[in-house]
């Protein structure tokens, strides 16, 4: 399997000092990725925050923290995760938006070993041509009743898809949309305004 080594330090010399680790636990007896700060196994962060993965338990056997689904210009990863137990994998991603990975071995049923990465921001402090910038930015994600948004988009047309671009729900914005009645799932939100934006969110 294909190693994709993230080399550190050209980053880190371009992030500014309020770059932060975040960490997410490879929990190998109960097949999950575990995000200690929200007891699950996504995590949003910064652009030009570190994503660490260490062991939660010691590794009894052979897992893999592979990408499934990046955003266009952001490089893929695919790293072995076995013994030592001070075995560690990190990431910086370099472009905003919304990252999926798995446990190859692990990622159907019954384990379904998967975990997901929400990147926002801006490019403020990063150089280099292959940043997204992306000006729509929502929270909490995931969410379980509503979205709120960092900018002002009162009255604005949104429309709210599956991944594959099925359309569930419309209306108005409030400074907020309230998604009460999705049922669990990864989806798109799309906001027509001056110009139309989209963003994935997760619903809890």
């Known amino acids: 399997m294909k190693k994709i080594i993230i080399v550190l330090s050209i980053l880190v010399s371009s992030l500014g000092s309020n770059a932060t680790i975040n960490v997410v636990r490879v929990w190998d007896g109960y097949f999950q990725f575990v995000n200690p700060t929200f007891n699950g196994s996504n995590v949003t962060i910064q652009l030009g925050d570190t994503v660490e993965w260490l062991p939660l338990d010691i590794p009894t056997m052979v897992h893999t923290i592979t990408s499934t689904n990046i955003p266009l210009g952001a490089a893929p990863f695919d790293q072995i995760w076995q013994a030592p137990a001070d075995t560690f994998f990190q990431c910086i991603p370099t ?3 919304f990252y999926e ?5 692990h990622a159907g049923p019954p384990y379904n070993m998967l975990g997901s990465i929400n990147v926002i921001g801006d490019v403020t402090g990063l150089s280099g041509n292959s940043i997204i910038k992306n000006d729509l930015y929502i929270y909490p994600n995931p969410t379980t009743n509503f979205i709120y ?3 002002s ?33 990864i989806y798109l939100i799309e906001i027509v305004g001056d110009k139309p934006r989209k963003v994935k969110f997760i619903k809890q």
């Not at 009162?154 to 359309?167: A, M, S, V």
């Not at 729900?169 to 049922?183: A, E, F, Y």
């Open 95 to 97: 472009v905003v938006g």
């Open 101 to 105: 990975y798995e446990c190859t071995p």
């Open 149 to 151: 948004f960092k900018e």
């Open 153 to 185: 988009v009162t009255n604005y047309t949104f429309k709210i898809l599956t991944l594959n671009g099925k359309f569930i729900l419309s209306g108005k914005t409030d400074d907020m949309v309230d998604i009460s009645s999705l049922k669990s799932g």
